[in-house]
Each structure stands twice: as C-alpha cells, then as structure tokens.
C-alpha cells in the first residue's frame, strides 16, 4: 500500500471513530433531514388561493414543524378549508386564518400583535399577496389603477418589513437570539421587461430594491430580507393562461422562453421560501431570488440559431 493510500486509510479511520484532528464545521443549522422551520413562527399573506404561492408555502412551513403559521388573504373564501387540511396533516402546528387587505396597515399590525402576544416570537413573513394589475398599455391605464398596482404588491412589502423587524428583534425565553426572515415576492417582471405590465414591472421592482435598501438598514439585527422573483408560475393568478393553452393544445408552448421549457408549480416557489425562512439560509441577504426555470439568466434568442 502507497504512503498516500495508508494516510487516506488512517484518515477515514480516525474519522469514523470520532478522533480526527480536523476541526469541526462550524454549522450553522439543524441538520437539514430534521424539520427546516422548527419552533418558527411564521405570517403568510396571500394565502387563500387553492393554486397559489401562499398555500404551497404554508404546507411546507407547516410540514417542517413551524410551531404557528398565520394563512392570511383579503379573498377569505377557503381559509377555513385549508385550515382544517394543515391541522389534520400537521396537527402540532397551531394554523391562525385573518382576512385582511395586505397593505392595510392597522390589519398587519394585529396579526403581528397577535404573534408575539401568543408565542412571544416571530420569525418569518412572507409577504406574498399581489394582484396582476391593469395589465394594459401604459397610455391606457390611469393614475388610480397604476396606484392601486403599486399599493398591493409594493405597499403591502413595506408595512411587512416595517413591522415585523421590530418584532423580529424582540427576545423570550422561547428566543434567545433576536433575528428573523422577511421574504416578499417579487417576480422576474421586477427584474426586467416582458413579464407584466408597467404597474406590475415597478411595483415588483420596488419589492427588490426594498429587500436591497431594508437588508442595510436592518445591519446588526440578525434580520434578513429578500425578494423572491418566481418567472411561470401556474397559480390563481396564471391559470386562465394554461387553460387556454391546454384547450388549444398549445400547452407544451407555455415556458418556452425559458430553459427548463415548462412553466413551474407553486411549490417550486414555496421550496425556496421555506429555505429563505430557515436558518439554513442564515448568510443570504438582501438579494432578489429568481426561481424561473433560468428565464431571467439569458437574452432573448431566435430558437435553433443558438445553443
Ligand atoms: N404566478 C406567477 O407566475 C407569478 C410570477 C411572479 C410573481 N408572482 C407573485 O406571486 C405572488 C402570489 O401569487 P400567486 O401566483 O400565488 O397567485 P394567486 O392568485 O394564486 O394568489 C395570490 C393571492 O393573493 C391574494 N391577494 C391579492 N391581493 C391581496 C391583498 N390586497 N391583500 C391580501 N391578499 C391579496 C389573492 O386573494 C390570492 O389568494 C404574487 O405576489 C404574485 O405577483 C406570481
């Protein structure tokens, strides 16, 4: 046997009986075969949608032993429902339901309130709700539908952000350590052109330059944010474009701009969300993260001309 070979052989050797002279990895999380988001509290908005975002993400934080998640939404209409779906496959989490408008600034304060004054902790908010906007020419949308665009998806981010850092900082006996993750999704339409209107493009663009502003002013308190930009999504809010296309039997078109050449499914998205939520992300900061199938990664191109 080589010198080199019997080094390895000592080396594994004494790795496997718990001798090693190496130092340890320092690590910064539970072991991520162990629940993602345990003892987390955690606010979802945007949440009532049978297809949506929201929902994915609510299963996945609650799946991963959150302690509480707040499904919130103005549409309250399968809250109760999907309520009763979390409790019976997640029965140790306790599931809150709260209809109201994101951007309504007393509501988020309560729901808020309500977190902290149950389980003296709050841990992540996802700033999830939109709306499409006017979906309409620019010249042909007037000040009050760009406005109301703006007051959904950019306003609601804010008064997120802005009252659950604080919270987020505060300490019980269950939280030693103050910190938190704010998630806001954006979309890749608040990354560049051609993926929804002009009040929709500015409203989530807003959302990343948010992430990237707060996540400075936040330095020092161990609360992270980041915008989350999903590119296809087939949700509540895309649903009549894959249905038109599957009754046309265009489908296979839907996505094609991107490289994975397929749109994507809710919990895509809610996968990166519960990352972004967990410590396992705990060094990821004020970045807009794009789940899109790598539509954002490239320029438009002509199909067959390149590879
Ligand atoms: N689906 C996509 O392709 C896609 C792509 C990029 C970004 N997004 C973003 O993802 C987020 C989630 O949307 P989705 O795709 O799951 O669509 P969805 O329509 O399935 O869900 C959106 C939910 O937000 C709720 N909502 C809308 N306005 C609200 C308000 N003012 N207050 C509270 N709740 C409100 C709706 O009732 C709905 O339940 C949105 O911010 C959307 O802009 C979606």
Not at 110 to 121: C, L, P, Q
Not at 166 to 192: C, D, E, F, N
Not at 250 to 278: C, M, W, Y
Request: net charge positive.
């Amino acid at each position: 046997m080589s010198d080199q070979a019997k080094r390895r052989l000592e080396a594994t050797a004494n790795h496997l009986s718990g001798s090693s002279s190496l130092a340890p990895i320092i690590k910064v999380a539970p072991e991520s075969t162990t629940p993602r988001a345990a003892g987390k509290v955690v606010i979802i908005t945007g949440a009532n949608s049978l297809l949506g975002i929201g929902r994915a993400s609510a299963h996945q934080f609650a799946q991963n032993g959150a302690r509480a998640v707040y499904i919130c939404d103005f549409d309250p209409s399968n809250l109760a429902a999907h309520k009763a779906e979390l409790t019976t496959l997640y029965p140790s989490v306790d599931v809150h339901t709260r209809q109201f408008d994101a951007a309504h600034e007393p509501s988020v304060v309560e729901v808020i309130n309500h977190a902290m004054n149950t389980y003296g902790r709050l841990d992540v908010f996802f700033a999830n709700a939109g709306t499409i906007g006017p979906n309409a020419l620019f010249t042909d949308v007037d000040p009050s539908g760009f406005m109301e665009t703006m007051r959904v998806n950019s306003l609601s981010v804010f008064l997120a952000a802005k009252h659950a850092a604080p919270a987020m900082q505060k300490t019980s006996p269950g939280k030693k350590v103050p910190g938190g993750s704010i998630i806001a999704t954006a979309s890749v339409a608040g990354l560049r052109s051609n993926a929804g209107d002009t009040s929709y493009s500015a409203s989530k663009a807003a959302v990343v330059s948010m992430a990237q502003t707060i996540s400075y002013q936040l330095a020092g308190t161990g609360v992270r944010i980041n915008a989350l930009c999903p590119g296809l999504i087939e949700t509540g809010m895309t649903a009549p474009v894959f249905e038109m296309a599957r009754q046309r039997g265009t489908q296979k078109k839907i996505g094609q701009l991107n490289p994975l050449k397929r749109g994507g499914h809710a919990d895509e998205i809610a996968r990166v969300a519960l990352f972004l939520g967990s410590d396992e992300s705990s060094y990821v900061n004020g970045q807009a993260w794009a789940v899109d199938g790598g539509l954002s990664a490239g320029h438009p191109f002509v199909p067959g001309r390149l590879g």
